[in-house]
């Protein structure tokens, strides 16, 4: 199942709220599936994407490399955000919604580091392309981070999350391959856990404890370590328009 799926800006599914980041600026997707070179580059330089941040692993990032992205000058950050190893079989036993958009908000706690590095390249202006492996957990989150730092509203980033689900059909199966004996595939569930799931509700409990804890993303970032004048920068380079 070759090429990258779940690909859209994000601003695409906000662009009607007034806070929404200019478009061009931040991409978001899954890991690329069966890629070589040639069409690695097609890709990159089609998008114009100039930064790559990898949420995944150590491990998962060898399994599926980019492969010539360096080579074309382009810039990959490793950022793994999962605290876990991305281990499936580790996340099986999240039983709910809630329990999913809990995990989420654990990787603020546990790698706050991890989410400023995710953001340095968005702060610098640079059009960033930020994925996972099937770009809805990790990526929902730093997604959801950067649509919180713009000001757009929650149902909207809700709205961004869960449109993923679309695209598990399609991104499952893959990823199962990948993951043999550890991954089921959806189709093998009539009621697939919840990690294999998209719900809004998990993206819903995310905000809401993101502010339990920390009042702001605002608050969030101070205590992670970003000064007032880089979250002044990032905020510009977001709603600049090129």
Sequence with gaps: MPGILNLRDIAELTAKDPNAPAQGKVFRSSQPFGWDAEATMEFLSGQGIETIVDLRSERES???PWLVAHDAGI???AAPLDPSDADPAATMSLQTAEDLGNYYLSWLTVRPEVVLRAL??????K???VHCAAGKDRTGVIAAVVLMIAGVKDELI???YAHTAGALPEILPALAELWTGHMPAAAHFENPPVILT???DAMATFILGLRREYATVDGFLARAGMTGEELAQLREALSKRS
């Design 75 to 77: 810039e990959v950050i």
């Design 120 to 125: 340095h390249p968005i702060r610098e202006g």
């Design 158 to 160: 809700i709205e961004d």
């Design 62 to 64: 060898g399994m599926v």
């Design 127 to 129: 059009r960033t392309l």
């Design 198 to 200: 998209a719900p809004a």
